[in-house]
C-alpha cells in the first residue's frame, strides 16, 4: 500500500513541484536553524510539529511539557555540586553508545519506546499528519518525532528526516527499522553507519550534509569563497599559514579577490553564539571580561548571540556596563537579537559574514564550519554534542576553548600562529556544504 501511494500520479505530479512541507520543532534553535535554508520549498511556510496553527491542545502540553523538562536540566547543570550529576543522569537516557566495536544496535532504547507509546496512546501528532495529508507534498521533518507520527498515521507521501547532529542516538531510527519507510537525509557519513547499526536500510539512507543557508555561499560559492578570502587574511597576522599553504588557498579558493583590501578596522571578529536553553551566558561573560583590553585596543571585536531571549540581551547589556564598554557598543560589540527565529536566523546569518571566529557549544552550529568558519569548542552540553565535538576534531576544524579567564592571552597565540586559519580551511575542505541541494535532488528526483 506505502509504495503504490508513492509512485501515484499525484505524488510524482507533487514532486515535479519542487514543493514540500517542512516541519521542524519550535526546541531551542537546531531544529529550525536546519529548516530555515529549506523554507523555499515549503509549500506554504515552515510548520513548527508543536506550535501551529490550529494544534490542539493536547498535543500543544505533551511537546511543551518535553520542551520544559529538558530546558530545565539544561539550566540546572551549572547548579554547584549536584547539577554535573542530575544531568547526567538525565542525559544516559539519551546518550549516544560507543562507535565501537561495531555490532548489532537496533534494540530500541527506553526514550524511543517511550515516543512511540505517547504518540499511539494520546494519537500524538495525528491532527497534524491528517491535516498535511490532504495534500501529500513530500514530508521533510528536522526531527524525528514528526517523522514517526508521519508514518504511524500513515502520511499518504513520501517522508525525509533531516539528521542535524554527527552522530546520534538509537532514539532517532523507528521501532520497526526494517519496515520503515522514512529515508534520511545524513550530514555525516558517522550518521550513515550509525544508523545502519540501527537497523535501517542502506536505501533509506542518504548522505547529503547538513542544509546551510544559500546567503551565507551564493551561486559557485562565489559569497563564500570571497569571505574566506578575507577570514584568512585576518586570522593570519603573521603570514605563516600562508607561507605554508599558501598554494593550497588558491588551488580550493581560486586567485584572491582584487576586491579584498585592508580595512581601517583590522579587528578580529568573535561570535560567541548562547544555544537555545541559554545556559552559556556565563561563559559568555567571562569571555568579554577577559577580552576587554583587547576590544578597547581595537584588535578583537565581539560578537554577542543572545537570540531571541530578551533575558540574555539584558545580561549581556549589563555585563558591557560593568566592564565599561558602553562606549564600544557597535564598533567594538555588537548583539544579535532578534523578537522571532526567522528573524534572528538572518541576522545571524548576515553577521556570520563578517565573523572571523565562532565560539559555541558543539550544536548543529558545529556544520557551519563547512563556510570556513573556525571553531572554538565551548563545553558540550548532552551526549550528542560530545560526538559534535569529536566530528569537529577529527575534521580539524575546531579547538576546545582553554581557560576562559585567559582568553586574552591564548587567542592572540592562536592567531600569532596561524591555528585558526587551518581550521578554517579544513572546515571548508573537509565538511560538507551543499546540504540544500544534494536534499532537492533526494527528495526532488
Request: charge should be positive.
Amino acid at each position: 500500500m506505502t509504495k503504490q501511494k508513492q509512485n501515484n500520479p499525484l505524488s510524482l505530479k507533487l514532486r515535479r513541484a519542487n514543493r514540500a512541507w517542512i516541519v521542524s520543532v519550535d526546541m531551542g534553535y537546531g531544529h529550525q536553524r536546519a529548516a530555515y535554508p529549506l523554507r523555499g520549498l515549503d509549500h506554504q511556510e515552515v510548520i513548527n510539529a508543536n506550535n501551529y496553527k490550529g494544534i490542539p491542545d493536547k498535543d500543544r502540553k505533551i511537546w511543551k511539557s518535553s520542551r520544559k523538562v529538558y530546558e530545565a536540566f539544561s539550566r540546572f547543570k551549572n547548579f554547584p555540586i549536584i547539577g554535573q550529576k542530575v544531568w547526567d543522569i538525565f542525559d544516559s537516557f539519551q546518550r549516544i553508545d560507543p562507535f565501537y566495536p561495531r555490532r548489532n544496535l537496533t534494540r530500541p532504547s527506553m526514550q524511543l519506546k517511550q515516543t512511540y507509546r505517547m504518540i499511539k496512546k494520546k494519537q500524538w501528532g495525528k491532527h497534524l499528519i491528517e491535516m498535511l495529508g490532504k495534500d501529500p507534498y513530500p514530508f521533510i521533518t528536522t526531527f524525528f518525532i514528526p517523522a514517526f507520527m508521519a508514518e504511524v498515521w500513515e502520511y499518504p507521501g513520501s517522508i525525509y528526516c533531516v539528521v542535524t547532529d554527527a552522530d546520534i542516538s538509537r532514539a532517532w531510527a523507528p521501532m520497526d527499522t526494517r519496515g520503515s519507510r522514512i529515508h534520511y537525509l545524513a550530514p555525516t557519513q558517522r550518521v550513515e553507519e550509525r544508523l545502519r547499526l540501527y537497523g535501517v536500510p542502506k536505501e533509506n539512507i542518504t548522505m547529503t550534509g547538513f542544509p546551510l543557508p544559500n546567503e551565507n555561499i551564493g551561486e559557485q560559492e562565489k559569497i563564500l569563497k570571497q569571505d574566506l578570502w578575507r577570514r584568512i587574511i585576518v586570522l593570519d597576522p603573521t603570514q605563516v599559514f600562508h607561507k605554508n599553504y599558501g598554494d593550497t588557498l588558491e588551488q580550493f579558493l581560486g586567485k584572491k579577490p582584487k576586491q579584498i583590501i585592508e580595512h581601517e578596522d583590522s579587528r578580529v571578529w568573535v561570535m560567541f553564539a548562547i544555544g537555545g536553553a541559554g545556559a552559556q551566558r556565563k561563559l559568555a561573560a567571562q569571555v568579554l571580561k577577559s577580552l576587554s583590553v583587547h576590544i578597547k585596543t581595537g584588535k578583537i571585536g565581539m560578537y554577542l548571540v543572545a537570540g531571541i531571549h530578551n533575558d540574555v540581551e539584558k545580561f549581556f547589556k549589563d555585563k558591557i556596563a560593568k566592564f565599561r564598554l558602553n562606549d564600544f557598543v557597535g564598533k567594538g560589540i555588537r548583539i544579535i537579537s532578534a523578537d522571532e527565529k526567522q528573524e534572528y536566523f538572518h541576522k545571524f546569518n548576515l553577521a556570520i559574514r563578517e565573523t572571523d571566529v565562532l565560539w559555541t557549544k558543539p550544536s548543529e552550529l558545529s556544520f557551519y564550519s563547512a563556510l570556513g568558519l573556525p571553531i572554538i569548542i565551548a563545553p558540550p552540553i548532552g551526549s550528542q554534542e560530545h560526538f559534535n565535538k569529536y566530528w569537529l576534531e577529527v575534521i580539524g576544524a575546531g579547538i576546545p576553548q582553554e581557560n576562559p579567564k585567559y582568553t586574552h592571552e591564548w587567542i592572540m597565540d592562536y592567531l600569532k600562529n596561524g591555528w585558526l586559519a587551518e581550521c578554517a580551511l579544513q572546515g571548508y575542505l573537509e565538511a560538507p556544504r551543499d546540504g540544500v541541494e544534494r536534499i532537492k535532488e533526494v527528495v526532488f528526483k
